[in-house]
């Protein structure tokens, strides 16, 4: 099974940016679509983004589409989270997810459930 460590997280000041990184070990990376949720205090973990296997592919929730950018790097291990125009409302745990789903519905993609490997996470902080 594939092990996940996030990175990149930090303190910021509203309308800065951060990237996040995710480093995967421990299994083949390429067949595993990934995706990057957060948590808030006192809320559930909610989807942010999610690839492809092949990066062809990604999809956004509504409230960062526009302002957050995922990829990856197969040669490497790893998938990242660029941040920009940071608001207070991004301020959480952010966690880095590998599932070996392939359905094709937004469903698919931004479900919990779907995934089967999880990161421990990185802190975000938005200061406005």
């Known amino acids: 099974q594939v092990q996940l460590a996030e990175s990149g997280g930090g303190l910021v000041q509203a309308g800065g940016s951060l990237r996040l990184s995710c480093a995967a070990s421990g299994g083949t990376f390429s067949i595993y679509r990934m995706g990057w949720f957060r948590q808030a205090p006192e809320k559930e973990r909610e989807f942010v983004a999610a690839?492809?296997?092949?990066?062809?592919?990604?999809v956004y929730a509504d409230s960062v589409k526009g302002r957050f950018t995922i990829s990856r790097d197969n040669a490497n291990n790893n998938v990242y989270l660029q941040m920009n125009s940071l608001k207070p409302e991004d301020t959480a745990i952010y966690y880095c997810a590998a599932s070996l789903n392939r359905g094709l519905t937004y469903a698919d993609y931004q479900a919990r459930g779907r995934y089967n490997n999880w990161g421990q996470g990185t802190q975000v902080t938005v200061s406005s």
């Open positions: 690839i492809s296997r092949s990066g062809g592919i990604t």
